[in-house]
């Protein structure tokens, strides 16, 4: 009731452009061809698109608590290549509170939905979160997961983020996963943002 009331209020409307409907209307979403091949401690990564543009914006709408992304997300993740269970890394309670929700198990949660596949919510996150560190200081941060108690991990994995910056998370996630025995398979996220291009040295210097 409190989401119908909600989208009557606030109709959802497209973080790139405004128009009236999904969070990223057809024009502003990655396109396929945006999709981008990577890999993280040795783990075939996938993400939608560079963290730029509209992708970004609906990124960060949804960190700010906007659940409108969520649905769209889950749709552009049909082109993702997940093998095994999806398991998404959590953000800490505190923003989880803050929030009203986390993201990445919210999503996860509604991509197996839709693709009629596994998911498992195993991963507890510790430590402060990485928003407002510099380069260095996330990636000296470390054991920032561990397996929830009482919890089956699933053999065959594919972890899934919102954002990768440094690697350092999801690096950290991998090994904690693998600890555990599972096989991490995959790295699913839903943007990757790209390293500063290097400024050229100016002539004569």
């Not at 941060?141 to 440094?166: E, I, M, N």
Request: aromatic letters at 4%.
């Amino acid at each position: 009731m409190l989401e119908l009331l909600r989208a009557w209020v606030f109709p959802p409307a497209c973080c790139g452009c405004g128009a009236p409907g999904p969070a990223l209307c057809a024009a502003c979403a990655p396109a396929r061809s945006e999709a981008m091949q990577f890999s993280v401690a040795g783990v075939p990564g996938f993400a939608l698109g560079a963290y730029d543009g509209a992708l970004r914006e609906a990124i960060l709408a949804m960190k700010h608590g906007e659940r409108d992304p969520i649905a769209a997300f889950a749709v552009l993740l049909d082109a993702a290549p997940i093998d095994g269970t999806l398991v998404p890394l959590p953000t800490t309670r505190a923003r989880a509170a803050q929030r009203g929700f986390d993201q990445s198990i919210a999503i996860a949660r509604r991509v197996a939905h839709r693709r009629a596949l596994p998911w498992a919510d195993v991963l507890d996150k510790r430590g402060p979160p990485q928003a407002g560190r510099n380069r260095d200081a996330r990636l000296r941060a470390a054991q920032r997961f561990r397996v929830k108690r009482d919890v089956v991990v699933p053999l065959r994995v594919s972890v899934f983020d919102d954002v990768c910056t440094t690697g350092g998370t999801l690096s950290d996630a991998v090994a904690t996963l693998r600890q555990a025995g599972a096989d991490v398979c995959r790295v699913i996220l839903l943007a990757r943002k790209l390293k500063p291009e290097p400024r050229a040295l100016s002539a004569g210097r």
